[in-house]
């Protein structure tokens, strides 16, 4: 069985999960959610990949783009 890798924004979040006893990793990614200002068209999907794939790799796979 896999092992889960619970990601989550804020402190407070990965605490309870912790807390909870829920099985898996659980790491706070302080900036995951923050693209900045938020313009028409942006971010594209060329930018929305390339998160994606760093994403991914930065975890060993335990993300994807689907």
Request: positive net charge.
């Given at each position: 069985?896999?092992?889960?890798?619970?990601?989550?924004?804020?402190?407070?979040?990965g605490n309870n999960l912790?807390?909870?006893?829920?099985?898996?990793?659980?790491?706070?990614?302080?900036?995951?959610?923050?693209?900045?200002?938020?313009?028409?068209?942006?971010?594209?999907?060329?930018?929305?990949?390339?998160?994606?794939?760093?994403?991914?790799?930065?975890?060993?796979?335990?993300?994807?783009?689907?």
């Amino acid at each position: 069985m896999k092992r889960a890798l619970h990601i989550t924004s804020g402190d407070i979040a990965g605490n309870n999960l912790v807390k909870s006893k829920i099985p898996g990793e659980v790491f706070v990614w302080h900036d995951i959610l923050y693209n900045g200002p938020r313009k028409p068209g942006w971010p594209d999907k060329i930018t929305l990949d390339a998160q994606a794939n760093f994403l991914e790799d930065s975890t060993g796979g335990g993300l994807s783009k689907k």
